[in-house]
């Protein structure tokens, strides 16, 4: 059991201002994982003080971007050695399947050369004539507030690029999953960020709203649900404070009629039902045509059928548990909705896994027969349960795709990859995967409409930390 008596404030472990405890249970037995302090609002007013007065003194903000970027480089050193201790650990807390923890873990040494990249070859001062220069400076105080659903996925594409640009940096944890993210907390300092730069604080919805609206932060950084990102937007907006948030998905998944359903199905396996379908990047709507509809419905079948679920700690299981007992029921009120709407259930269902009924399990579920105006298409169920949409012509699947209020992700499957690419520059949404393709680090990542504002990864997603001065001469 891990077990966490300070808070990380200001890169130094201190006792917090109350005894509060967070308890992380895990969703497959209801076992004690560990126990942290649970951060207060004035636990949040230390680490904002704590993080002006160092970007203020200039210790980290005035390094040159070279001296920065050791110390990153150092870091990712340090957590990459770690990347099979810290996948055990995240699947304790969240119920993830090991196997892919452990790649995504495996994957995060490469996320964060993308950005050691792009601040290398970053133009920090610009002289864009003979009288005029463009500064690149950091935004200042960062909250980076992140769900429990990808850990460290979610915590390093945050801070990576704000302490790469000089920002100081206060990492809001989500208090299902809060023992990871303080696990990160030592490889910063023995990495040799300085003191004041980085704070690591688990905390429940009060004190986040008090971090995101408190006047000393200029920037917050926002993964998770399209209606908290709603209010953090609105909220920044009155005291003009800048914010990038990556909300959402509803993403779509179109099924031209020349592809291969074996290899399209095999990879929706991944695409839709990995990290037990708790992704907003999943592909949730499966748009097929009507003239193989049934050819494909019966290969989907047998993929989900054959899909093991149990432990997560069992590489043999592809599926774990829900993160907790509110989303599993929530889970299964859009299973009950789906047939109430008439969709058709193909597989899955609300019926309890024999041998599991201790832990937040639910059967991999897959609708057919869907119209892509019942709620089961068009609200974000963040649980193993996909839908089959039958189209008439491609224009048609394009019109499908774009009716939806998300437009995060998408795919296209196709034996041509022009025509894929065709139909893909058609699809509203900040990125299309054609055929078996999958997102790199260098290129940006974020959605449009309620999917988000801003992007991740790369230099752009590095520029989201910047603010720009223009010096003429």
């Not at 500064?135 to 200042?140: A, H, K, R």
């Not at 290969?299 to 149990?310: D, L, N, Q, R, W």
């Not at 349960?385 to 012509?393: A, C, N, Q, R, S």
Request: charged fraction near 25%.
């Amino acid at each position: 059991m891990k077990n966490y008596e300070k808070l990380f404030i200001g890169g130094e472990w201190k006792k917090p201002t109350t005894d509060k405890k967070i308890k992380v249970y895990s969703p497959h037995d209801q076992s004690l994982t560990g126990v942290a302090p649970e951060a207060t609002n004035d636990d949040i007013d230390i680490a904002i003080r704590e993080a002006k007065q160092s970007f203020d003194s200039g210790a980290w903000s005035n390094k040159s971007p070279e001296e920065r970027i050791q110390v990153i480089k150092k870091f990712n050193e340090l957590h990459s050695e770690k990347a099979n201790e810290f996948a055990e650990l995240i699947t304790s807390e969240n119920g993830s399947p090991i196997w892919f923890t452990k790649g995504l873990q495996q994957s995060l040494k490469e996320q964060t050369n993308a950005y050691i990249r792009a601040a290398q070859n970053y133009k920090w001062e610009d002289k864009v004539n003979d009288y005029q220069i463009i500064f690149s400076e950091p935004v200042g105080v960062v909250a980076a507030v992140i769900p429990w659903n990808a850990r460290h996925q979610s915590a390093l594409v945050k801070i990576i690029p704000a302490l790469l640009a000089g920002n100081s940096v206060i990492l809001k944890l989500s208090p299902e999953t809060a023992l990871d993210g303080l696990a990160l907390a030592d490889l910063f300092v023995e990495a040799g960020l300085p003191r004041g730069v980085l704070s690591i604080i688990p905390a429940h919805r009060e004190a986040s709203e008090h971090l995101v609206l408190h006047k000393d932060v200029d920037k917050i950084a926002f993964t998770g649900s399209s209606n908290a990102g709603k209010s953090i937007a609105s909220n920044a907006a009155k005291q003009m404070k800048r914010f990038s948030l990556e909300l959402g998905g509803k993403s779509a998944s179109i099924i031209l009629e020349n592809a291969d359903f074996s290899s399209v199905v095999q990879s929706l396996k991944f695409q839709s039902y990995g990290n037990n379908a708790e992704a907003c990047i999943g592909l949730t709507r499966i748009l097929v045509p009507k003239s193989r509809y049934s050819e494909f419905e019966a290969e989907m079948a047998k993929m989900v059928k054959a899909i093991s679920v149990g432990n997560p700690k069992d590489e043999n299981h592809f599926i774990g548990p829900m993160i907790h007992k509110d989303q599993l029921e929530k889970v299964k009120s859009y299973i009950k909705l789906g047939e109430e709407e008439g969709a058709t259930l193909v597989v899955g269902g609300l019926d309890p896994i024999e041998g599991l009924e201790q832990g937040n399990y639910v059967r991999p579920t897959l609708f057919g027969n869907v119209s892509n105006n019942m709620k089961i298409a068009r609200e974000e169920i963040f649980g193993p349960v996909i839908v089959l949409i039958p189209y008439d012509t491609v224009e048609d699947a394009i019109n499908i795709a774009n009716d939806s209020d998300y437009g995060l992700s998408g795919g296209v499957w196709a034996k041509s990859q022009e025509e894929a690419i065709e139909v893909a520059r058609k699809i509203r949404t900040g990125m299309v995967n054609i055929n078996e393709a999958s997102a790199g680090f260098d290129a940006p990542f974020g959605g449009v409409k309620e999917s988000g504002v801003g992007r991740e990864f790369g230099s752009i997603g590095l520029s989201q930390y910047i603010e720009y001065k223009t010096i003429n001469i």
